[in-house]
């Protein structure tokens, strides 16, 4: 009896379709049926038209072929990127880009981390922020505008709501300005909060004065702020605040402590809030506490500090 | 030879040609995304930087050569099994035009940036329609052949064309489910968490399905033909067969091992990936011992070597899929350049050298006659064997050395390596794999060229034939 089936192709093709189909319903269809694959955070809220033609962007130049957006429950990726992903964060999400490969970092915690700015010139020249990334320039989404007709026409497929304003303003807006939106939209649903070890707002810098560890934070300071700060550490008018002088923080808190300097740098514009300084929306300041040791934190901290000092 | 055979034969051939153009052009856009990957400045323009290339170089290697080479030798293979031409030879020559077509438009609107971002799903929705349009032409086509057949017993490579005419269909049609918001744009229909578990039901089951089973199917009838063994036990296959057929479809969740979707699905998924290896390993066995009533044709058909280096790496890679999937490992080696290198072993080791193998005993045989020569298909052997190893290798070393940094913690709970770091680590194994990448393309193109001077031998012959003995058709 068994054999015979080897002899009737109608009946043995209808015997594969039921085989192929158990683990499809058991694994795929039912799963769908079952509330834990709907959920939707509270805070969640949906793509606005810019933030939109943002994400087709990020879907045409196939940025989901080298970054990820789901941060795994790890410790170390807690540390790296923020709070690990949660399944109502996706709601929106069609399809979902977690990606399957991390040849640059991980994205899903990117919202509000760096400044607008900083993304800005990174999209334009990756080797201008980082010297040895493999990431290509994407010099041709600066001259392009937004395809406001498309993007409407986007927006009524997924069903979300828009004013025509908001379509109205797109067309005022460069493709670029669209990726930065997304970016600054990705992971904003969860409440970031700082991770891992950081000191006391009132502690002293034990490099203090330290020779060795004001060069140290010279060539930190040269690696990872002058982008943003300048060399000459005066910033840039109206994106990025100087160090010596200008810094509005500065004046508000003229002492500020070496703990608190140390949690800014660590936790970037997250920390804001704990050493009583507005974040700003739309980013701020780079959190530098996966990319730096508390070494090299505290050499930059002795270098501003002295850098300060030759001022007056 | 009747003259009906012969017109579905120049079908199999023209698939086995269209394939073979696709690969070079697959092969190339390869080299250069694994050039860009330490030479940025490779990235052109916006056609071929590399997120729209590396699009382009999985569809055009996966459905242009392997899809096309798949319906060609399958068509092939069910014709002798059936001992029978195709029911609907002129639906398969219009297949064949709408496949190239198709596969064209696909390089052109990926480079162009219209994709649906799902993996190994990429073409926008009106493409999709017409691979359904396709699929639907090679199944009745395979199926129709053999339901008329005129050999009673199905033997083990129809069984397994039958499972991948009903598995791609379910697959495909369900994953590309999608909202239209255009021309060239749609959305999936599904969101988030379950958008994320349909993909991977098709992604990892579209491996399973394009390039598991039809080449099963022709490791189970090339590997005989060529060495003139039977097949060892068909008992041991035809339970390895229905163990793979089912459990397979169970198993894409461990592609989503550690992220947000239900741990139930993540365990479900990764059990499944384990029980996967007894039916793998099924057919290695039965590969093995088929070669092993007798070793000596690795020396004396020059095919063999293909089919049983080629089941080594389907062995290697069935025990090396399922580790990666165990939690403590995916967390190490998932989104590092391991998981390439894993590919690449499938389909540089196992698929091409299965394929390339079946192709070079399909082209011979319709011309009744010898392979242009043998010894330049030792060398393509050898060039491809060579270059998947140093492409495979070099990638699990620096997979692992990447996860390791970006796990790496130091005394006080902070991170001991910036992202930075540890992606410089690459270069110098993303170097090597380029490297690898041309040996095993200079292999490919031995392949090429040796393909078209046998097919260039069979029309002379066939000519000749024709001139001398004009009366005999």
Redesign the interface.
């Known amino acids: 009896m068994a054999g015979e089936i080897y002899k009737k192709p109608i009946a043995f093709t209808l015997l594969v379709v039921v085989t192929v189909l158990a683990g499809s319903i058991v694994m795929m269809a039912y799963p769908m049926m079952r509330p834990d694959m709907h959920p939707k955070l509270e805070t969640l809220k949906p793509f606005t038209p810019l933030q939109l033609a943002g994400r087709d962007l990020y879907q045409r130049e196939g940025c989901v072929n080298c970054h990820t957006q789901t941060v795994r429950p790890l410790k170390s990726e807690v540390l790296r990127y923020g709070d690990y992903s949660k399944a109502g964060e996706f709601a929106y999400d069609r399809p979902f880009l977690w990606g399957s490969k991390r040849t640059g970092p991980d994205l899903a915690r990117e919202g509000g981390k760096r400044p607008d700015a900083w993304h800005l010139a990174h999209f334009e020249n990756p080797k201008a922020m980082e010297p040895r990334s493999n990431m290509p320039a994407y010099t041709w989404l600066k001259p392009a505008k937004v395809d406001a007709a498309a993007t409407k026409r986007h927006m009524d497929a997924l069903g979300l709501p828009y004013t025509a304003q908001q379509i109205q303003d797109l067309g005022q807006r460069t493709e670029l300005d669209a990726m930065v939106a997304y970016m600054q939209w990705l992971g904003t649903a969860v409440p970031r909060k700082l991770s891992g070890a950081v000191v006391a707002l009132e502690a002293v810098n034990p490099l203090a004065g330290n020779p060795a560890a004001i060069a140290r934070g010279a060539k930190v300071y040269a690696d990872k702020c002058a982008v943003c700060h300048q060399d000459d550490l005066k910033g840039m008018e109206g994106a990025f605040p100087g160090l010596l002088e200008k810094d509005e923080f500065l004046e508000e808190h003229p002492d500020m402590a070496d703990g608190a300097y140390f949690v800014l740098i660590y936790g970037g514009s997250d920390a804001k809030a704990i050493i009583g300084r507005k974040g700003e929306p739309g980013g701020g300041m780079t959190a530098f506490g996966s990319e730096l040791s508390r070494d090299d934190i505290w050499s930059v901290v002795a270098f501003i500090r002295s850098e300060r000092a030759k001022q007056r | 030879m009747s003259e009906e055979y012969r017109y579905d034969y120049r079908t199999v051939e023209g698939f086995i040609l269209s394939a073979i153009v696709w690969a070079v052009v697959g092969l190339v856009v390869g080299l250069l995304i694994s050039i ?5 400045a490779f ?1 052109f ?2 056609w071929t ?4 290339m ?2 382009v170089h999985t569809n055009i290697l996966g459905f242009g050569l392997g899809v096309g080479a798949i319906f060609g030798i399958a068509y092939y293979i069910t014709m002798r099994l059936t001992k029978r031409p195709l029911v609907f030879p002129r639906l398969a020559r219009v297949q064949l035009w709408l496949f190239n077509a198709g596969i064209a438009l696909a390089l052109v609107t990926l480079a162009m ?7 190994y799903a990429e073409m926008e929705w009106p493409l999709d329609v017409a691979i359904v349009i396709l699929w639907v032409m090679f199944a009745v086509n395979v ?1 129709g052949t ?2 008329v ?1 005129r050999e ?3 033997y083990i490579s ?2 397994y064309l ?2 991948t ?3 791609v269909a ?1 697959l495909y049609i ?1 994953n590309n489910l999608s ?4 021309l060239l ?15 991977w ?1 098709y992604g990892h089951n579209v491996v399973g399905f394009v390039f598991t089973m039809p080449i099963l199917a022709m490791f189970y009838y090339f590997l005989p033909r060529s060495t003139g063994l039977p097949i060892f036990s068909h008992r041991l296959s035809i339970v390895a067969f ?1 163990s793979l ?9 461990h ?2 091992v ?5 741990d139930w ?1 993540q365990t ?2 990764i059990v ?1 990936t384990l029980f996967l290896i007894a039916p793998s390993w099924g057919s290695v066995v039965n590969g093995y011992y088929t070669i092993g009533e007798d070793w000596s044709k690795m020396r004396t058909s020059y095919l063999a070597k293909f089919f049983v280096l080629g089941i080594t790496f389907y062995g290697l890679q069935t025990v090396q899929g399922p580790t990666q999937a165990l939690r403590v490992v995916s ?1 190490l080696i998932h ?3 391991w ?2 290198g894993h590919v690449h072993m499938g389909t540089m080791g196992w698929v091409a050298l299965t394929v390339t193998a079946s192709i070079y005993y399909v082209v011979a045989k319709m011309y009744g006659t010898e392979i242009y020569s043998e010894k330049l298909a030792n060398a393509h052997f050898w060039l491809v064997l060579v270059g998947q190893i140093v492409f495979s290798v070099t990638m699990w070393i620096t997979g692992i050395q990447q996860g390791a940094m ?5 005394a ?4 001991k390596y ?3 770091e540890g ?2 680590k690459n270069y110098p194994y993303w170097h090597l794999r380029a490297l690898g990448g041309v040996i095993f393309i200079v292999g490919m193109l031995l392949f090429v060229w040796n393909v078209l001077m046998t097919i260039k031998k069979g029309r002379e012959l066939e000519a000749g034939g024709r001139a001398a003995a004009p009366a005999a058709a």
């Open positions: 860009q990957m330490f030479a940025p990235n323009n916006a930087a590399f997120g729209r590396r699009t940036g219209y994709t649906q971002s799902l993996e199926i053999i339901i057949r009673e017993q199905m129809l069984w039958i499972s005419v009903v598995g379910v369900v909202i239209p918001a255009g744009k749609s959305y999936h229909l599904f969101a988030g968490v379950n958008s994320a578990n349909v993909e039901w229905w057929v089912f459990g397979y479809l169970w198993t894409g969740a592609h989503l550690y992220t947000p979707l239900p699905i479900l998924g499944f967390q989104y590092t350049d998981v390439p970006w796990k790496a913690t130091t006080e709970g902070t991170l910036t992202f930075m992606l410089v």
